[in-house]
Nanobody
Framework: QVQLVESGGGSVQSGGSLRLSCVVS????????MGWFRQAPGKEREGVAAIDSDGSTSYADSVKGRFTISQDNAKNTLYLQMNSLKPEDTAMYYCAADTVEYGDTWCLAARPGHFTYWGQGTQVTVSS
């Protein structure tokens, strides 16, 4: 019964910053994977960043150097700090999570089909 709730989206100008938050409720196994995904109209949902329970992270090439994924376990919250935003970053952003079995190596690949639990999404719009 894991639930995820995103917040922090909004409208910003090119070059601006936003920090997205995802609050996790319900118990999740200590071995987990969490990620941020985005979907623009007419396009496939794509992985933006992922983090596992060991703290390892991965990023899509399009956001490397601009976005940072992090987590605050004391607050059960996942974050995505987005800097130097570009119009092409405009999309609905979703957080997602799933448990990881011993030996699994899929987490940092950030494929949407690997995740069971999803938030409702938060809109990010970047204007020029």
């Amino acid at each position: 019964q894991v639930q995820l709730v995103e917040s922090g989206g909004g409208s910003v100008q090119s070059g601006g910053s936003l920090r997205l938050s995802c609050v996790v409720s319900g118990r999740i196994h200590s071995s987990y994977c969490m990620g941020w995904f985005r979907q623009a109209p007419g396009k496939e949902r794509e992985g933006v960043a992922a983090i596992d329970s060991d703290g390892s992270t991965s990023y899509a090439d399009s956001v490397k150097g601009r976005f940072t994924i992090s987590q605050d376990n004391a607050k059960n919250t996942l974050y995505l700090q987005m800097n130097s935003l570009k119009p092409e970053d405009t999309a609905m952003y979703y957080c997602a999570a799933d448990t990881v079995e011993y030996g699994d190596t899929w987490c940092l690949a950030a494929r949407p089909g690997h995740f069971t639990y999803w938030g409702q999404g938060t809109q990010v719009t970047v204007s020029s």
